[in-house]
């Protein structure tokens, strides 16, 4: 029997809470499967008096999370408070020099500071865990950096937002627009303090960074993330896919081109009969293309209190069991700086406009659409609606480039308003 | 640079040629993760001469797969012959015996002999892996192992034979047949040499019971698996769970109950809706239900050269890295006996059978079912078909031996031949 794995936990919101459960409630079977005991030293919070449904008094306490890192009887600091600077980053970078392993559920720390807390990491001999920066409870990381490690990974795509898939299929299922369900969303506690970290991408698109970074063996660059939120779909677009075969999903989706690193966070149109336009609700999807396992999903739940913890346990046992690897899963100074490609990689496109009720609009709309070389698929027009209809357009695949160039030629008198552009993500 | 890690490969059939494949080709990549080189040192195969599509001529050749695992030039011993016995299961001790690790596809070996080679292993401490072995390219026993580590496991399901579910989604799509589905996956050689490893559910459930060992921290036990086949579905029934809201799968499916260790591989009824439900051709997806993290689901290829080769490949990097657990997640010897439960679970269930046109046969039919205690949720009886007519119940939930009893207790006067019952798996 080797010593106890000591933590420390700094942060007891609701995963805090989660992992601090799940040390006392299964220590018979985290021994059974660790070979050793699990403990916690000490923790940390904001209040120190707070009921939080779980006994705390057996644990030290310490009001400064740096000071938690830094103790003697921690050997993994457990970062659970979030936020891509400030305390989070102070105790973490103060754990690492201290000698600690660190186990975090922060993206957006790693996503902006990824490169340099793993190499200050690696340098000391320490790791970094994050498993529940990503997806939640789907052990995502561990398939990607270790179980598929025998691929050349063509693609890496995932809804890693629940609340904006909340949103997408409830605008679909209930008949209402983008701000009566955000407003419920709201209302719900589905959102965060910023929603536009959750509507706006940032949060999914630090997520997007992480898996690329170990997809790809290059440097975490949130900054080449191109994003793109939800706030701009209608129940009109969510019915128009519908009606041609497709759902509209906050996707990300990173690829390594010939041009660069693509990272994009973007609605985007997927084929209904594929798994991630069958996701339904809040639940999280990452989708793994390698060149010899072809295709693998994982699908589970992307957020709440057991699924993050379970996320963060599998770091800790990890460590328990002495299976250590370097942040990125390859050692942090052997990464790459990849070019950051902007939607390099062509694609057909969905686009609606709203056509003025006049003879010849939409030839000249096909008209300039074919001047900057996109053609046209298929195409829907819609009853009309006092002068103008909607026109609906699926394109053969073209580069962004061409057809933000068509969609600026647009002439403004048979055009009215700004056409919307959604990218057809091909997938099986 | 640590030193390369050499493999010595047993068996070049299709997955070792995949195997042989990835270390050429990905030669850079593999190094890049591991920080160490991997090499072959030497092959072995039922003939040297054969062209395999990749050249051979760098690796020492031996005839015997036992000489290959003793050679002092090999730290791991890659056993892809197949076969729970014979020159795999020799050449498996000899390795272990002479202080190889060991890893395999071998799901049959590993399901009847797995706790005596587990136990011989960590004895001389090896590890003995064997990802490729369930579920082809999904990293599933590295998900359930470490992955979800933390939970208490509820459930593991899985359809893992890709064959099977191809027959099953191909009946339905075509409107074909049971008989001419198996004869066309015959032809596209879909179906192993003996066709009852596929349609009798042996090789899935070889596989089930190597997740239920890590799931339950049980000792393997493959004749505790409750084995029905799908050979006597037929399109009616097809039909019928379809327009009730169900497909049929066969299914596994192992759970711990107060009774003891319920191992199932069976066709099953699954909501239409669910992810089980909407999986088609032959692919094939793993869903694991644990007490913090929910509903984890795994699709991926159950099979061929790349997926297979990819999960070979990530237990030798995670040798490579120094990663090594013991062949269940916990010591061999840890490992508890459960007892077999057999169909401990209550279960509402489908039940067909053909009633004879006359009064009161439903009445009857109704009443044995009652006073065994089973009550029916929904009936349909369909068109006449000269003196019978097929009439399709689903009972609420109730136990097998309640079931079983009620069928035996049914009139011959009034039901033609004999009633099928399926058991109605409960899954979102």
Redesign the interface.
């Known amino acids: 029997m080797s010593e106890p794995l000591r933590l420390g936990i700094a942060g007891l919101g609701t995963v805090g809470v989660?992992v601090v459960r799940?040390i006392r409630q299964?220590a018979a079977?985290?021994e059974?499967?660790?070979?050793r005991k699990i403990t916690i030293s000490a923790v940390s919070a904001r209040s120190k008096d707070k009921d939080r449904g779980v006994p705390l008094s057996d644990y030290g306490w310490e009001d400064d999370p740096v000071a938690l890192a830094k103790r003697d009887d921690v050997d993994v600091f457990v970062e659970l408070m979030g936020g891509d600077d400030g305390p989070a980053k102070d105790a973490t970078e103060a754990a690492i020099a201290a000698g600690k392993d660190v186990v975090t559920a922060n993206k957006a720390m790693l996503a902006i500071h990824g490169q340099a807390l793993a190499e200050a990491a690696e340098a000391a001999g320490r790791v970094i865990r994050y498993?529940a920066a990503v997806a939640g409870?789907?052990?995502v990381m561990?398939?990607l950096t270790?179980?598929?490690?025998?691929?050349?990974i063509s693609r890496v795509m995932g809804v890693m937002n629940g609340t904006c898939n909340y949103i997408l299929t409830q605008m679909q299922a209930t008949r209402q627009g983008y701000n009566a369900l955000f407003a419920e969303a709201d209302k719900l506690g589905y959102l965060e303090a910023d929603p536009n970290l959750d509507v706006g991408g940032i949060d999914a698109g630090h997520k997007l960074a992480l898996l690329a970074s170990v997809a790809f063996?290059t440097q975490v660059n949130f900054d080449g993330v191109e994003l793109e939120g939800i706030q701009k779909i209608t129940l009109e677009d969510i019915d128009a896919a519908d009606d041609m075969g497709y759902r509209i999903k906050l996707l990300g989706v990173a690829q390594m081109t010939g041009r660069g690193l693509e990272q994009r966070m973007s609605p985007c149109l997927v084929p209904s009969t594929s798994?991630l336009g069958?996701l339904e609700g809040g639940t999280n999807m990452v989708v793994i293309e390698?060149?010899?396992?072809?295709?693998?999903?994982?699908?589970?739940?992307g957020a709440?209190e057991?699924?993050t913890?379970?996320?963060?346990?599998?770091d800790?046992?990890?460590i328990a069991?002495?299976?250590?690897?370097p942040t990125f899963?390859?050692?942090a100074t052997?990464l790459t700086t990849a070019r950051a490609a902007l939607a390099a990689v062509p694609a057909p496109y969905y686009l609606r406009m709203q056509l003025v009720d006049k003879p010849g609009a939409l030839a000249k709309v096909a008209a300039v659409l074919g001047d900057a070389g996109v053609s046209i698929d298929r195409m829907r027009q819609y009853g009309h609606q006092d002068t103008a209809a909607p026109v609906l357009i699926v394109t053969h695949k073209t580069t962004r480039t061409a057809l933000d160039e068509a969609l600026a030629g647009m002439d403004k008198s048979v055009v009215q308003g700004e056409p919307v552009a959604i990218r057809i993500e091909e997938v099986d």
């Open positions: 989660g799940i299964q079977l985290l059974a499967r660790t070979g498993e409870g789907i052990p561990k398939a270790e179980g598929l490690a025998g691929n050349d063996g798994p069958q390698g060149d010899a396992v072809g295709q693998i999903v994982l699908r589970g739940a709440g057991g699924p913890a379970s996320a963060v346990m599998s800790v046992i990890d069991r002495g299976l250590r690897l899963g390859q050692p052997t």
